[in-house]
């Protein structure tokens, strides 16, 4: 008989929500500042420059730089930003730079004709990459990369009959009306702005949120309900379409192309560039570019020495500015903020802080309008099987857990608790066996699908993205329940500014109801118990009815755990279903509805707290005779 009805406590108006709601990030106004002068400064270069024919010289290195910056822009978000490493942007930018000069050179097309096709091309090539890469990281992308900037180079050089050769291509024209230089660089600065802003807003959307986790954790992504697939696809797409964009403009500016720009060497220095400036930031990006790409020129008086000079200044700033320029002005000004506000003394990460009596209005609003029907079996389990080669993991284990339910799953190490989990929540795929959510079979469903239709999770060993902030970190939870597209971020639409809005109030009210509020610290300066608290509210954040935990006691103290208590309970009033797995059987005893036991992956017995903890075949296999002595 299902007994447990919900708590339901007074609901938060929206509107007051909204009044709660404090910045995502502190507002640092120094870096906009910043910004604009630099903007104000790029747009008056031209009029600074020295005359005569150093003029055209500094004015085409202008354009060169300028056409650089959208090469990294791209960067920043295919490898700053998701961290898919490439060493192919060369390729890109001259897939761009060969569009447009193919089509209106050879082919006789109009410049607008050559510019959609400098946009398809790489995206579509870009796409294609990412789709055959899918499954790679680190250094097996980063190979694949340069396979593909070879076979690229090889492209331009050989097919003659549409790149030109060789010889390369010339008369490329630029935009009608916009031919002079110091038009056509105001030109480009205008569209490296719109990119500039387009990327800026992407970093601070769902969207961007996803490129970071995939970033930081790609197995805490998918569980957190990021499509690995598409995402990763969108960051090619992106870094591929901005590197395409800068060859275009680049073709058009200099008039003249040929393969040797678009070589593996330029794509090292398009990611030295990236790396020097800071990885993950625009400003970085903008800065990495234009020293680099000066650099050289102001070396030059060093004659021969020049390029082992700078070969020497790109590896001082790899090594001892992993984060680059930017990394460092940003860290150290951030450090100065927060001891300007906290009065010099930074907030040390300390011991976790549960606080009771907060509520998550959107929960229980979702809840209350699906009551719990008597006996009403959520989640169902048949024959489930998972074997690695010889070790069966899990055999044949059957059980069914009740909607309202505690649900725990206990057994001795290595008897296959995780295993089960893990197939449940799409991780891992099963050898036989169905699993069945509300009815509808998800054997072997992808992670983020699961999360979509409810069931959320947390790790045994605590998986969070640690470079990002508390509250990003619960904001990625959301991510199944919000929709913006890129058109909706591109363009910054009213409703994606108001899921934005949406998706922090519940991220804010996820972390309020753990009882935490130390919204913009690093995860990674956490205590583990604060991470916990963390992980535990990104699950709440997917606004679940299912929460799978896989020993969320282990590491906590026993005060630690007696409010952990406390806050499994409380989500359990709110009408979360559980299925969790604990060593600690005080935590078991106070919480649990209904046990399943396994050992050697076999379910061994199951039924209430007291019949399982009485059977003498889980006293014999996990419990002990000491615990059964010490319970009596
Ligand atoms: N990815 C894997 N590859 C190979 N073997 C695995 C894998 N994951 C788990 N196993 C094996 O499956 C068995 C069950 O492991 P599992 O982690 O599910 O046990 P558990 O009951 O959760 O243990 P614990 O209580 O220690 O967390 C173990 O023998 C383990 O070594």
């Known amino acids: 008989m299902q007994t447990k009805t919900m708590q339901t406590q007074s609901i938060q108006s929206s509107g007051g929500m909204e009044k709660e709601l404090k910045s995502l990030k502190p507002a640092q106004p120094i870096f906009i500042v910043v910004g604009l002068v630099l903007v104000v400064f790029a747009f008056c270069l031209p009029f600074l420059l020295p005359g005569g024919r150093l003029g055209n010289y500094y004015m085409t290195e202008l354009l060169r730089t300028t056409v650089f910056c959208f090469a990294t822009l791209g960067l920043t978000v295919g490898m700053g930003y998701a961290g898919q490493i490439s060493l192919a942007q060369a390729a890109f930018f001259g897939l761009g730079a060969y569009s447009l000069a193919s089509t209106t050179v050879l082919f006789g097309l109009p410049y607008w004709a050559g510019v959609v096709l400098a946009l398809v091309i790489p995206v579509v090539t870009g796409l294609f990459l990412g789709a055959i890469s899918l499954r790679l990281v680190t250094h097996y992308l980063a190979l694949v990369t340069i396979g593909f900037q070879i076979i690229i180079q090889l492209v331009l050089h050989n097919w003659k009959g549409v790149t030109g050769g060789a010889d390369g291509l010339s008369s490329i024209p630029r935009p009608f009306g916009i031919e002079d230089a110091k038009w056509f660089y105001w030109f480009c600065l205008a569209v490296l702005f719109l990119c500039i802003l387009f990327v800026y807003r992407l970093k601070h959307s769902r969207l961007g949120r996803a490129l970071f986790a995939l970033r930081e954790d790609e197995l805490a992504a998918s569980v957190a309900g990021v499509d690995l697939f598409k995402t990763k696809m969108l960051a090619f797409a992106i870094c591929s379409t901005l590197g395409g964009i800068g060859g275009a403009l680049y073709a058009s500016g200099y008039g003249y192309i040929s393969p040797d720009v678009f070589i593996f060497e330029q794509s090292v220095t398009f990611f030295a560039m990236l790396i020097t400036g800071g990885a993950d930031s625009i400003i970085g990006a903008l800065v990495g570019t234009i020293l680099l790409t000066w650099l050289p020129e102001w070396l030059r008086s060093f004659k021969e020495y020049y390029l082992a000079?700078?070969?020497?200044?790109?590896?001082?700033?790899?090594?001892?500015?992993?984060?680059?320029?930017?990394?460092?002005?940003?860290?150290?000004?951030?450090?100065?903020?927060?001891?300007?506000?906290?009065?010099?003394?930074?907030?040390?990460?300390?011991?976790?802080?549960?606080?009771?009596?907060?509520?998550?209005?959107?929960?229980?609003?979702?809840?209350?309008?699906?009551?719990?029907?008597?006996?009403?079996?959520?989640?169902?389990?048949?024959?489930?099987?998972?074997?690695?080669?010889?070790?069966?993991?899990?055999?044949?284990?059957?059980?069914?857990?009740?909607?309202?339910?505690?649900?725990?799953?206990?057994?001795?190490?290595?008897?296959?608790?995780?295993?089960?989990?893990?197939?449940?929540?799409?991780?891992?795929?099963?050898?036989?066996?169905?699993?069945?959510?509300?009815?509808?079979?998800?054997?072997?469903?992808?992670?983020?699908?699961?999360?979509?239709?409810?069931?959320?999770?947390?790790?045994?060993?605590?998986?969070?993205?640690?470079?990002?902030?508390?509250?990003?970190?619960?904001?990625?939870?959301?991510?199944?329940?919000?929709?913006?597209?890129?058109?909706?971020?591109?363009?910054?639409?009213?409703?994606?500014?108001?899921?934005?809005?949406?998706?922090?109030?519940?991220?804010?009210?996820?972390?309020?109801?753990?009882?935490?509020?130390?919204?913009?610290?690093?995860?990674?300066?956490?205590?583990?118990?604060?991470?916990?608290?963390?992980?535990?509210?990104?699950?709440?954040?997917?606004?679940?009815?299912?929460?799978?935990?896989?020993?969320?006691?282990?590491?906590?103290?026993?005060?630690?755990?007696?409010?952990?208590?406390?806050?499994?309970?409380?989500?359990?009033?709110?009408?979360?279903?559980?299925?969790?797995?604990?060593?600690?059987?005080?935590?078991?005893?106070?919480?649990?509805?209904?046990?399943?036991?396994?050992?050697?992956?076999?379910?061994?017995?199951?039924?209430?707290?007291?019949?399982?903890?009485?059977?003498?075949?889980?006293?014999?296999a996990y419990l002990g005779e000491e615990f059964v002595r010490a319970e009596t």
């Open 309 to 620: 000079i700078y070969g020497g200044l790109i590896i001082v700033f790899l090594i001892f500015l992993p984060n680059g320029i930017w990394g460092v002005v940003s860290g150290l000004y951030g450090r100065l903020i927060k001891k300007k506000s906290r009065g010099g003394s930074p907030e040390k990460a300390g011991a976790i802080k549960f606080v009771e009596g907060k509520s998550l209005s959107y929960l229980e609003q979702a809840n209350a309008a699906t009551p719990i029907r008597e006996d009403q079996v959520i989640f169902e389990v048949k024959g489930l099987k998972k074997h690695f080669g010889g070790v069966k993991a899990v055999d044949g284990v059957n059980f069914n857990v009740k909607k309202g339910d505690i649900h725990v799953l206990i057994g001795p190490n290595g008897s296959g608790k995780t295993t089960v989990i893990n197939v449940l929540s799409g991780i891992y795929t099963a050898t036989e066996g169905i699993v069945k959510y509300r009815e509808k079979e998800i054997t072997n469903h992808k992670p983020h699908l699961i999360v979509q239709m409810g069931a959320a999770r947390t790790f045994q060993n605590i998986r969070l993205f640690p470079e990002l902030s508390v509250i990003d970190n619960v904001m990625i939870g959301q991510h199944t329940r919000t929709k913006a597209n890129l058109f909706h971020v591109m363009l910054n639409s009213r409703s994606a500014r108001e899921e934005e809005r949406k998706i922090r109030a519940r991220a804010e009210e996820a972390l309020a109801f753990v009882g935490f509020d130390n919204y913009f610290e690093k995860v990674k300066n956490l205590s583990y118990g604060q991470q916990r608290l963390v992980e535990i509210a990104r699950a709440l954040a997917a606004e679940p009815d299912l929460l799978f935990l896989d020993e969320p006691a282990a590491g906590m103290n026993p005060e630690e755990t007696q409010e952990l208590i406390k806050l499994i309970k409380r989500m359990n009033e709110l009408g979360i279903t559980m299925l969790l797995i604990e060593h600690d059987m005080q935590l078991v005893s106070q919480v649990a509805d209904y046990i399943t036991v396994l050992d050697f992956g076999k379910k061994i017995s199951e039924g209430s707290v007291e019949q399982v903890l009485n059977d003498p075949e889980v006293i014999k």
